[in-house]
């Protein structure tokens, strides 16, 4: 935005230099006089001393090339304030700082269909989100949803960095090209190597060097979309089983790792479904072991342990402070 100031304030400038030295040189006046004449005759509000002959000429030859430039540095300003541009730049700095305060959020490469569930969806899930996208009619609405968003292209260490990429939880790689999302999975692994990639792959050929590259799971929107069809027509009421881990807002389907000083440590399964009155335990991933479905009820949990439940957020929240 400021690029466009750049001629109309440089051409001010060598006008109020242009009459300053003028006036000193031609009429005489002390620095500050010949500075303080050329604003007059600038501003159009007066003039000032009393000029000879040669100040005269040399007046009216400051009024066509100063005024002018005035005016088009006006009209430059005004046409900024009209278009919006200036409200654009007030939010984007405004996104940039708060881009900057994001810790423990997921990066999402792309904000197309993909790219809008995930981002919707994280959101639900009360999770602080960042979006990178580079085509710029994408921007505006990225803008009126609030969501934080920086320009370019997510393969780029600099953008990525812009990003916070070093600072987030997870990614996600949704954008259209499966080479794409192999770049941005091997550059997001490089820069961070606890980070979380889920990357999404079109051919099913991308599946292995997706997870070559680092992503920690790959999905096929088409592949998944295909056997939720298939289900549908052929077993209809498990699909509605499914789904109901998905009731809303209010239920969800939640991993919880337990860790010294959890609610959940050294407790067994039975105890925790007991306390925690409400949340059903589903399985249980115990380190290096395989993930067990209706686990045992004298399991007891230890540091490591990964458990899945589903339940009331509130009810989760307290299983995992």
Not at 124 to 152: A, D, F, M, N, W
Not at 168 to 185: E, K, T
Not at 219 to 243: F, H, K, N, T, W
Not at 289 to 308: A, F, K, M
Request: aromatic share 6%; with cysteine; hydrophobic share 45%.
């Amino acid at each position: 935005m400021f690029a466009r100031f750049r001629l109309p304030l440089l051409l001010v400038v060598l006008a109020l230099c242009y009459g300053t030295f003028g006036y000193w040189l031609i009429e005489n006046q002390s620095p500050l006089d010949a500075f303080y004449t050329t604003v007059l005759t600038l501003s159009t509000v007066g003039s000032g001393p009393e000029l000879g002959v040669g100040g005269k000429l040399f007046t009216v030859s400051l009024i066509l090339f100063g005024v002018a430039t005035l005016f088009a540095a006006i009209g430059v300003a005004t046409e900024v304030l009209s278009s919006g541009e200036l409200a654009r730049w007030l939010r984007r700095k405004r996104m940039s700082r708060r881009t900057g305060q994001l810790r423990g959020h997921y990066v999402v490469c792309g904000y197309g269909r993909v790219g809008r569930t995930v981002t919707g969806e994280l959101g639900r899930h009360q999770r602080q989100v960042l979006v990178i996208e580079s085509k710029p009619e994408l921007h505006l609405l990225l803008e009126e949803q609030g969501i934080p968003y920086v320009t370019g292209d997510a393969a780029d260490e600099t953008v990525l960095r812009q990003a916070g990429i070093e600072r987030a939880d997870g990614l996600v790689c949704a954008v259209d090209s499966d080479s794409g999302n192999v770049f941005i999975a091997l550059t997001a692994r490089a820069m961070n190597p606890g980070l979380r990639i889920v990357a999404r792959a079109a051919e099913q050929r991308s599946v292995d060097k997706l997870r070559r590259a680092g992503a920690d799971e790959v999905i096929s929107p088409y592949g998944l979309s295909g056997r939720r069809m298939a289900l549908l027509a052929l077993q209809p009421s498990v699909l509605e089983v499914l789904d109901l881990l998905d009731l809303g807002a209010d239920i969800r389907l939640e991993e919880v790792a337990v860790q010294p000083g959890t609610p959940l440590h050294a407790m067994t399964v039975a105890e925790a479904q007991t306390r925690f009155a409400g949340v059903a335990i589903l399985a249980v991933r115990q380190p290096g072991g395989e993930l067990t479905t209706s686990p045992d009820q004298n399991l007891r949990l230890g540091t490591g342990d990964l458990v899945i439940a589903l339940g009331p957020v509130t009810i989760l929240e307290g299983m995992t402070n």
